[in-house]
């Protein structure tokens, strides 16, 4: 058994950024598919066991189970010193972690989850009310990112791998040519370069579920 | 001058959240109000001076602008000790955060922009859709208060002050009457009783902007 039990799905972006985490800083770990389309964490004694909110990405390391990403992500940077902010950049890692969780992670993932995860096609007015929220989030990260390598500066950080969550997903699914935010893009082929690098369904299980509307 | 200068809006449940908390700390403050639905914030000076994320709140103290409600909250936490988590609930602090930026605080927050304070009637598949993640975002707050007084146990900490953005807010505006949520407002209640305790708009000025289309 793994040291690091990394309950996901590969179409969930949230597990991505944990999945992505623990393979680029090389650490002893095992994906544990969770059929989230399924209803699996709807399940009572799942949320009892594993996380009253829900959702994954679980972590299980140490006999403790832990959630929500940035959460898991501050935690192993600490524990691990890998991709750990300076310790004079705290400040900074916690306002765009809590920006990506407030805004950048969430609205494209909110997009794509209705533009080819949802039973039925979306309402239209729902993803025009979303696809305005992820762009104005995006032209935040793409005027901070094009005077910089990273999130916080030269070096990748925790940061760097909470924003990367749905980066990778094909455009069909996201809705989104991120080619056309030439920071993002350059951004995102740097992280791409780590070793240990892989996209979301090459890291992390699919399983039965969820069935993407527009494969 | 006051120690701590709170660049925010009466409007803004994401200010409210750092107001009153400098508050019930009984911290040295005082708000300056931001004429955030006047475009304030879209202006290039105000952004590079305070905030390139264009958001309020903003806490200058000490010479610094600080952005990200939680952000702030964990900073003034660790700085003056006041409603800090006990050193073994950091983690649960942290996810609960994430969470309320998220989804908690962000669906609720969602929902009454696009009930009371766009120009004209927002669209009812974009008014339903946030109304579900929010009566979602609810049922996971209700269960966990419904064995504690607070968000991390017996005492409040900086969490409550977290998800205590936009539960005060009125009816007419969220579209939610948290009534209907027997531990949420209980909750509400314990927390409304803290010394130094104020609704939003006693404690923040709301200026010329933005018009509420419920008032």
Sequence with gaps: MARYRLHCNGTSGNSYKVA?????????????????AGGATLDGAWRER????????????????????????LRLAETTGQFAPASNQRFEAMRWLFFDNHKFTNNLAMHRFQNCLTPRAAD?????????????????AERHLASR??????????????????VYYPTAET???????PAIDAWRGRLAALPG?????????VGTSPPLRMA
């Design 197 to 205: 690098w892989k996209p979301p369904y090459e890291l992390m299980p």
């Design 124 to 140: 239209p007015a729902v993803l025009a009310f979303l696809r305005s929220r992820a762009e104005s989030s995006f032209a935040i």
């Design 50 to 73: 594993l996380n009253p909110m829900g959702e994954v990405p679980v972590l299980e390391a140490d006999g403790v189970a832990m959630s929500q990403s940035a959460a898991i992500l």
């Design 20 to 36: 992505l985490y623990l393979n680029c800083a090389g650490l002893d770990w095992e994906p544990i598919g969770v059929d989230f």
């Design 175 to 181: 809705g989104f040519d991120l080619a056309a935010y």
């Design 149 to 166: 390598a990273f999130m916080l500066g030269a070096l990748p950080t925790i940061v760097d791998f909470s924003y990367a969550g749905y």
